[in-house]
C-alpha cells in the first residue's frame, strides 16, 4: 500500500515538474504583464517622460472624453461589419467545402494556406498595389469602361473594410468546415424526405448543428478585429481611428503610458465581455474545431 | 509511459536552460563595456579599441565609415534605435554608458540633458567645430551649445504637383482652399500638424495656452475635407503615383520625392517654418568619448560632411560642406538664399496638460477626415 503510495506521489511530482515551465512561462509573459499594465494604468504621467507613482484614477476619467469614447464605437462598428461580411462569405464556403470531395477538400484547405506563407503586411501592401491610383483596380475598371477616372478606393473605409475581412476570413472558414464536416447530411435529407423545403431543413437541421462553429468563427473574427489596427493606418491613410491606433499613438508619439495602459485595460475588459456572452449565448466552454 | 515523461522532463531542463542562458549573455555583454572604458584609459591611441554608434538605421554612407576605420584603426559598432523615445529607454537603462556618441532628435536630447545622460563637449577636441552652420546652433535643446553638434535638420515643407493643381501654394493657409478637396497628403505627427493650423491663426507652434490649441482643432476641421491621408512613411509614393495633389513632408521625402520627378514644386510655407534638428552626443558615461571626438571631427570635414547629407537627403548643418554637394541636391539640401533665421521656429517640448490638449485635437481631427 504505502509503496502504491509512494509512487503516486512520484509520479504526481514528475507531473508538476514537466508542467512548471508552461506556468512559469505563463505567470512570466501573460500574468505579468498583465498586471504591469493594470498598475501602469492607475498611475500619474510625468512632464515629459516617464511614470510618477502617484494614484490616479485620471486616465479612466480621461476615456469617458467623447473623443476617445468614439474610438471605441469606431472599433465595434468596424468589427462589426467586418463579421457580418466575414460571416456572408465565410459560412457559405466552410459549408460547401465540407461536401467536396477528398481530394478536393484538401487542395481547397492548401489555397486558403498559402497566403499564410507570407507576413500579413506584405499581403497588405498587395492590396494597396490593388487599389492605389492607376493600379489593378483601377486599370481594370477602365479597361471594362466601367469609369473613366479612378475610383480612388485607397486611404478610404472600404478599403479598410475589404482589409479586415481579408485578413480574418480564413478564420470564419476553418470555423465553420470543421463544424459541417462532423454534420451527418443524411440528416439534411431526411428532413426534406419529411416534407421540409431546403430552406426550412437548412434552418432547422444544417445550421442548427454548425452554429457552434459559427460561433467560434464570430469569436475569432470578432475578438482580433477589436485590435487590427495596422490595416486601418495603412488601408485607411490614418483617418479611421480605432482603439488600438489611439493606443500605439499614445505609447510611441504621446508618451503617455499610462492612458495607453487604462486604454488597454478597458480594451481588454471589452472583448472579455464580448468573450463571456459568447460562452452565455452558445454553452460552449472552448472554441470548437480550434482548441 | 515512463519513456515519455522522462523525454518531457529532459524537454523541461532543456527549456529551462536556455532561459538561463539568456540571461548569462546579458551579462557578459555589460562586462564587455566595462573592458573597453579600461583600456581606452590606459591606452591613448585608441588603435583597436571600438565606437559604439547609436543611431537610426543608415545615416551614414559605408563608405565613410569605412574611412574611419581605416584612417583611425577604431573599429565602428553601429548599434540601432527605430525611435528615439527606445534610444532613451536604452541609454537610461545603461545608465549613460554603453555608447559612446548617440545621434537623435532635438526634443530628446532636451530630455536626456535634463535626466543627466549626456556629457559636457569639449570644442577644443572638434579642429572642424567652425564649420557648423550656426543657424543650426543655440536651440532650445541646447541654447549654450554645451553638449551637441548638429547633424543634418529637416523641415515640414509643401510640396506640390502643378499638373494638378489649379492655385499657387505659398504657405500653409493655402492647403485649406476648397479646389483641393479629398487630394492632401499630411505627415501623422499630433504637434507638426496642429501647429501648422496654430500657424495659419498666426501663434506659436509651442503655445501652452489651451483655448489657442483648441482654436487650431477647429481650424483643422476645416481642413478635414481635403486630407486623403495621414501617414510618415513613403509619403511621396503617393504624391508620385497621383495618389495626392500636394502634401506636408519630411526633407528627406522631398528629396526622394524630386530626384524621382523634378516638376514638382517645394514650397518653404511663408508662415515661418520649424526645423528638426538631429544632433550628436556623447552620453555621460560612454566607455570610448575619446574616439567619438575623433568621429564627430571626421564627419565634420567638409568633404566627408558633403558625402553624409547627400546620402542621408537632409539639410545641410555644416556651412563649409554647402558648396561640395552637387548640383542636382543643393537646391534641397542646402537653405535658400533668402532666408531669414528668425521666421525660424522650431517645436519644442510643452507642458503635458498643453500636449494632452494636442492630442485631443489631434484625434478629433483624424476621425473628421474620414
Given at each position: 500500500?504505502?509503496?502504491?503510495?509512494?509512487?503516486?506521489?512520484?509520479?504526481?511530482?514528475?507531473?508538476?515538474?514537466?508542467?512548471?515551465?508552461?506556468?512559469?512561462?505563463?505567470?512570466?509573459?501573460?500574468?505579468g504583464p498583465i498586471v504591469y499594465m493594470i498598475v501602469l494604468s492607475f498611475l500619474t504621467r510625468a512632464e515629459t517622460w516617464g511614470v510618477l507613482?502617484?494614484?490616479?484614477?485620471?486616465?479612466?476619467?480621461?476615456?469617458?472624453?467623447?473623443?476617445?469614447?468614439?474610438?471605441?464605437?469606431?472599433?465595434?462598428?468596424?468589427?462589426?461589419?467586418?463579421?457580418?461580411?466575414?460571416?456572408?462569405i465565410g459560412y457559405p464556403f466552410g459549408y460547401f467545402m465540407a461536401k467536396l470531395t477528398a481530394k478536393w477538400k484538401k487542395r481547397t484547405m492548401m489555397l486558403l494556406m498559402i497566403p499564410f506563407w507570407t507576413s500579413s503586411l506584405i499581403r497588405l501592401y498587395g492590396w494597396i498595389i490593388i487599389f492605389r491610383a492607376g493600379g489593378i483596380l483601377d486599370k481594370l475598371l477602365m479597361a471594362l469602361h466601367v469609369t473613366e477616372k479612378s475610383v480612388?478606393?485607397?486611404?478610404?473605409?472600404?478599403?479598410?473594410?475589404?482589409?479586415?475581412?481579408?485578413?480574418?476570413?480564413?478564420?470564419?472558414?476553418?470555423?465553420?468546415?470543421?463544424?459541417?464536416?462532423?454534420?451527418?447530411?443524411?440528416?439534411?435529407?431526411?428532413?426534406?424526405?419529411?416534407?421540409?423545403?431546403?430552406?426550412?431543413?437548412?434552418?432547422?437541421?444544417?445550421?442548427?448543428?454548425?452554429l457552434p462553429g459559427l460561433l467560434s468563427g464570430v469569436v475569432l473574427t470578432f475578438v482580433p478585429s477589436m485590435g487590427l489596427f495596422f490595416i486601418a493606418d495603412i488601408l485607411g491613410g490614418n483617418k479611421v481611428v480605432l482603439v488600438g491606433n489611439l493606443i500605439q499613438e499614445q505609447l510611441m508619439k504621446t508618451h503617455n503610458w499610462p492612458f495607453a495602459a487604462a486604454l488597454s485595460v478597458a480594451l481588454l475588459a471589452l472583448t472579455s465581455l464580448f468573450m463571456f456572452l459568447y460562452r452565455k449565448l452558445s454553452g460552449v466552454k472552448d472554441l470548437e474545431g480550434l482548441v | 509511459?515512463?519513456?515519455?515523461?522522462?523525454?518531457?522532463?529532459?524537454?523541461?531542463?532543456?527549456?529551462?536552460?536556455?532561459?538561463?542562458?539568456?540571461?548569462?549573455?546579458?551579462?557578459?555583454?555589460?562586462?564587455?563595456?566595462?573592458?573597453?572604458?579600461?583600456?581606452?584609459?590606459?591606452?591613448?591611441?585608441?588603435?583597436?579599441?571600438?565606437?559604439?554608434l547609436f543611431t537610426w538605421e543608415g545615416m551614414f554612407p559605408q563608405e565613410v565609415l569605412d574611412g574611419f576605420t581605416e584612417e583611425t584603426g577604431v573599429k565602428i559598432n553601429y548599434?540601432?534605435?527605430?525611435?528615439?523615445?527606445?534610444?532613451?529607454?536604452?541609454?537610461?537603462?545603461?545608465?549613460?554608458?554603453?555608447?559612446?556618441?548617440?545621434?537623435?532628435?532635438?526634443?530628446?536630447?532636451?530630455?536626456?540633458?535634463?535626466?543627466?545622460?549626456v556629457q559636457k563637449l569639449d570644442p577644443?577636441?572638434?579642429?572642424?567645430?567652425?564649420?557648423?552652420?550656426?543657424?543650426?546652433?543655440?536651440?532650445?535643446?541646447?541654447?549654450?551649445?554645451?553638449?551637441?553638434?548638429?547633424?543634418?535638420?529637416?523641415?515640414?515643407?509643401?510640396?506640390?504637383?502643378?499638373?494638378?493643381?489649379?492655385?499657387?501654394?505659398?504657405?500653409?493657409?493655402?492647403?485649406?482652399?476648397?479646389?483641393?478637396?479629398?487630394?492632401?497628403?499630411?505627415?501623422?505627427?499630433?504637434?507638426?500638424?496642429?501647429?501648422?493650423?496654430?500657424?495659419?491663426?498666426?501663434?506659436?507652434?509651442?503655445?501652452?495656452?489651451?483655448?489657442?490649441?483648441?482654436?487650431?482643432?477647429q481650424k483643422l476641421l476645416e481642413l478635414a475635407p481635403n486630407i486623403r491621408l495621414i501617414k510618415d512613411d513613403n509619403t511621396q509614393d503617393d504624391l508620385l503615383s497621383g495618389e495626392i495633389s500636394a502634401a506636408v513632408m519630411y526633407t528627406s521625402q522631398v528629396t526622394m520625392a524630386k530626384m524621382q520627378n523634378p516638376e514638382l514644386k517645394v514650397v518653404f510655407p511663408k508662415e515661418g517654418i520649424g526645423f528638426g534638428i538631429m544632433a550628436q552626443f556623447i552620453p555621460s558615461n560612454a566607455p570610448n568619448a575619446e574616439a567619438a571626438y575623433l568621429f564627430m571631427d571626421y564627419i565634420l570635414r567638409p568633404e566627408i560632411s558633403?558625402?553624409?547629407?547627400?546620402?542621408?537627403?537632409y539639410y545641410c548643418t555644416n556651412k563649409d560642406a554647402d558648396a561640395l554637394i552637387s548640383e542636382e541636391y543643393r537646391e534641397f539640401l542646402t537653405l535658400p538664399e533668402d532666408f531669414k533665421a528668425e521666421k525660424m521656429e522650431m517645436i519644442e517640448n510643452i507642458s503635458a496638460e498643453a500636449l494632452e490638449a494636442h492630442e485631443k485635437v489631434w484625434t478629433a481631427f483624424k476621425s473628421a477626415c474620414e
Open positions: 500500500m504505502s509503496g502504491n503510495r509512494e509512487k503516486k506521489k512520484r509520479r504526481l511530482r514528475g507531473e508538476a515538474l514537466t508542467v512548471l515551465p508552461l506556468y512559469v512561462f505563463t505567470l512570466l509573459f501573460v500574468l507613482p502617484e494614484f490616479t484614477l485620471q486616465n479612466y476619467k480621461n476615456i469617458a472624453e467623447p473623443v476617445y469614447l468614439e474610438t471605441f464605437w469606431e472599433s465595434i462598428k468596424l468589427a462589426l461589419t467586418s463579421t457580418v461580411l466575414v460571416i456572408l480612388k478606393i485607397l486611404y478610404t473605409y472600404p478599403a479598410v473594410v475589404v482589409g479586415m475581412v481579408y485578413a480574418l476570413l480564413p478564420f470564419m472558414i476553418f470555423a465553420v468546415y470543421s463544424s459541417a464536416e462532423k454534420l451527418d447530411f443524411s440528416l439534411v435529407e431526411a428532413a426534406r424526405d419529411l416534407g421540409a423545403s431546403p430552406m426550412k431543413a437548412f434552418l432547422t437541421v444544417s445550421l442548427k448543428l454548425t | 509511459m515512463k519513456r515519455n515523461k522522462m523525454i518531457s522532463l529532459v524537454l523541461s531542463a532543456v527549456l529551462l536552460l536556455a532561459v538561463l542562458a539568456g540571461c548569462g549573455e546579458a551579462e557578459s555583454s555589460s562586462k564587455g563595456g566595462e573592458v573597453s572604458s579600461a583600456v581606452q584609459t590606459e591606452d591613448t591611441s585608441l588603435k583597436g579599441s571600438t565606437l559604439n548599434v540601432n534605435f527605430d525611435f528615439d523615445e527606445t534610444m532613451l529607454a536604452k541609454l537610461e537603462a545603461a545608465g549613460g554608458g554603453d555608447y559612446d556618441l548617440v545621434i537623435a532628435d532635438d526634443y530628446i536630447i532636451e530630455t536626456a540633458i535634463s535626466e543627466d545622460l577644443s577636441k572638434l579642429s572642424n567645430y567652425k564649420s557648423i552652420n550656426p543657424v543650426y546652433q543655440g536651440q532650445f535643446f541646447d541654447p549654450e551649445d554645451e553638449y551637441t553638434v548638429p547633424y543634418g535638420a529637416g523641415v515640414q515643407t509643401i510640396v506640390y504637383d502643378p499638373s494638378l493643381v489649379d492655385l499657387e501654394i505659398t504657405g500653409y493657409a493655402d492647403l485649406w482652399d476648397k479646389s483641393l478637396e479629398d487630394s492632401v497628403g499630411i505627415i501623422a505627427s499630433s504637434r507638426v500638424i496642429d501647429g501648422m493650423a496654430l500657424k495659419v491663426l498666426g501663434e506659436s507652434y509651442n503655445t501652452e495656452d489651451i483655448s489657442k490649441i483648441e482654436a487650431a482643432g558633403a558625402k553624409c547629407y547627400e546620402f542621408l537627403g
